[in-house]
């Protein structure tokens, strides 16, 4: 199965996997599965590190680097991604979530994510 994992479980995996529940670790773990990260990860990082968000403290050109060593496969964002975003309804307005969402609805895989709200809309989303 093809997984997005949404910008907290990347970081949980790389720096603090035991905030991970059981069902991410095994998700994350399955060999069977191609993880796969967005380029919205890594742009709400950059933001949100520059807000002074204590959550977002890591440097992001080594986590880059780790997941693509790792296996990890890059989903850039599109245009086609970002049209697609008029989808959603507006229960949840964090921009980077609703990119992700559009992207996995795109794409056709699913978005793993932590965030109840996300979790919320219809369409390829694993709450973990």
């Given at each position: 199965?093809?997984l997005?994992?949404?910008t907290h479980?990347?970081?949980w995996?790389a720096?603090?996997p035991?905030?991970l529940?059981?069902a991410?670790?095994?998700l994350?773990?399955n060999?069977?599965?191609?993880?796969?990260?967005?380029?919205?990860?890594?742009?709400?990082?950059?933001?949100?590190?520059?807000l002074?968000?204590q959550?977002?403290?890591?440097?992001?050109?080594?986590l880059r680097?780790?997941?693509?060593?790792n296996?990890?496969?890059?989903?850039?964002?599109?245009s086609?991604?970002?049209?697609n975003?008029?989808q959603?309804?507006?229960?949840?307005?964090?921009?980077?979530?609703?990119?992700?969402?559009?992207?996995?609805m795109?794409?056709?895989?699913?978005?793993v994510?932590n965030?109840?709200k996300?979790?919320?809309?219809?369409?390829?989303?694993r709450?973990?």
């Amino acid at each position: 199965m093809k997984l997005l994992l949404d910008t907290h479980l990347l970081l949980w995996a790389a720096h603090d996997p035991k905030r991970l529940t059981r069902a991410a670790r095994s998700l994350i773990e399955n060999s069977e599965n191609e993880l796969v990260f967005s380029a919205a990860s890594f742009w709400e990082i950059t933001i949100k590190q520059s807000l002074g968000r204590q959550d977002f403290r890591v440097d992001a050109r080594l986590l880059r680097r780790g997941l693509l060593d790792n296996g990890y496969d890059e989903l850039p964002i599109t245009s086609e991604h970002a049209i697609n975003t008029d989808q959603l309804a507006q229960t949840h307005k964090d921009p980077f979530d609703r990119i992700m969402l559009a992207q996995a609805m795109v794409e056709g895989i699913t978005l793993v994510t932590n965030d109840r709200k996300l979790a919320g809309y219809p369409g390829p989303i694993r709450k973990v």
